[in-house]
């Protein structure tokens, strides 16, 4: 006998085809472009403190993609198996966003990271983290 798994009247989940995939899109390129336009600032406001491997415009573009492709499937999953997706997805970015700040602490320095380029990188990874969840967490 098969298992029917119900959600609460008015809940549509998981998501119809594409909603999650136009939402992924937006969320890549509002994390793309703002954490571009807030990098380019920090490199225009503090030149010294953006000299580093991490801060370089093709590692933040491999991070944002990563971070971007992942958070979707995650949303997927979440999607998939609970009713309030967008909640434990919030929950569970906010997690990886506090645990995001170990690697600056402990592995930035020793890529020659100076104490002002950490905070700058700590401030695209909120940056990074508000404009990837915003779009997929999104609930009309």
Do not use: C, K, W
């Not at 406001?45 to 499937?73: E, H, K, N, Q, R």
């Amino acid at each position: 006998m098969a298992t029917e798994i119900r959600t609460p009247t008015g809940v549509d989940h998981p998501l119809p085809n594409g909603v999650l995939s136009r939402r992924g899109l937006v969320a890549f390129v509002a994390a793309m472009l703002s954490v571009l336009v807030a990098r380019a600032l920090m490199g225009q406001l503090a030149p010294a403190a953006v000299a580093g491997d991490p801060l370089a415009y093709p590692s933040i573009f491999l991070v944002v993609t990563g971070a971007t492709v992942v958070a979707t499937l995650v949303y997927a999953a979440i999607d998939r198996y609970t009713d309030e997706p967008a909640r434990y997805f919030v929950g569970v970015g906010l997690l990886v966003l506090a645990l995001s700040f170990a690697p600056i602490v402990l592995t930035a320095p020793a890529l020659g990271v100076t104490s002002d380029g950490q905070l700058l990188l700590a401030i695209l990874h909120i940056i990074a983290a508000v404009a990837i969840m915003g779009p997929l967490a999104y609930e009309p």
